[in-house]
């Protein structure tokens, strides 16, 4: 019988507010921008750092979502000929090496950030600093990193 996380629920709902607000964010800038070149022939100050931005947010924080829901990329070529019993292994192969990964990725995306802050990095036209950004995407893949492992060992999260 599958074991289900009750935190699981509360940080799908946390990602995926964070995640719908990026992107809602990211269409509002687009549409200004499109209306305010086409029709007032002057485009939105700034609207590609933004668009930017809001991009890396929603990718970065729907990760932890698509993990905790199931809904990663997976290729099935092989899952019509193994057995069951081999496939399980594999899954739990595979969910291990990804979490693994994902935090490998969270400690390099931190050592970058830490490097963006040292120096203050920050985008050319409206100055955003770099770092919070950096920061960010280094926690939603420790997030989904730490919420892969537990997948290779049987655990199952509430969808």
Same mark, same amino acid.
């Given at each position: 019988?599958?074991?289900?996380?009750?935190?699981?629920? +509360?940080?799908?709902?946390?990602?995926?507010?964070?995640?719908?607000?990026?992107?809602?964010?990211?269409?509002?800038?687009?549409?200004?921008?499109?209306?305010? +070149?086409?029709?007032?022939?002057?485009?939105?100050?700034?609207?590609?750092?933004?668009?930017?931005?809001?991009?890396?947010?929603?990718?970065?924080?729907?990760?932890?979502?698509?993990?905790?829901?199931?809904?990663?990329?997976?290729?099935?070529?092989? =899952?019509?000929?193994?057995?069951?019993?081999?496939? +399980?292994?594999?899954?739990?192969?595979?969910?291990?090496?990804?979490?693994?990964?994902?935090?490998?990725?969270?400690?390099?995306?931190?050592?970058?950030?830490?490097?963006?802050?040292?120096?203050?990095?920050?985008?050319?036209?409206? =100055?955003?600093?770099?770092?919070?950004?950096?920061?960010?995407?280094?926690?939603?893949?420790?997030?989904?990193?730490?919420?892969?492992?537990?997948?290779?060992?049987?655990?199952?999260?509430?969808?």
């Amino acid at each position: 019988m599958a074991r289900g996380l009750d935190w699981s629920g +509360r940080l799908v709902a946390a990602v995926g507010i964070v995640a719908a607000v990026a992107l809602v964010g990211m269409t509002l800038v687009t549409v200004i921008d499109v209306i305010g +070149r086409d029709v007032f022939n002057s485009p939105l100050a700034g609207a590609d750092e933004l668009t930017v931005f809001a991009l890396a947010i929603s990718v970065f924080a729907g990760l932890p979502l698509a993990v905790v829901r199931g809904r990663l990329i997976r290729v099935e070529v092989l =899952h019509q000929i193994l057995s069951a019993a081999t496939l +399980r292994v594999m899954n739990a192969f595979t969910n291990l090496i990804s979490g693994t990964f994902l935090i490998f990725c969270s400690w390099q995306l931190t050592k970058k950030a830490g490097s963006l802050a040292s120096y203050g990095d920050s985008t050319v036209f409206l =100055h955003l600093e770099t770092a919070p950004l950096a920061y960010l995407m280094a926690i939603t893949c420790l997030i989904s990193g730490l919420l892969m492992l537990p997948l290779a060992f049987g655990v199952e999260y509430r969808r």
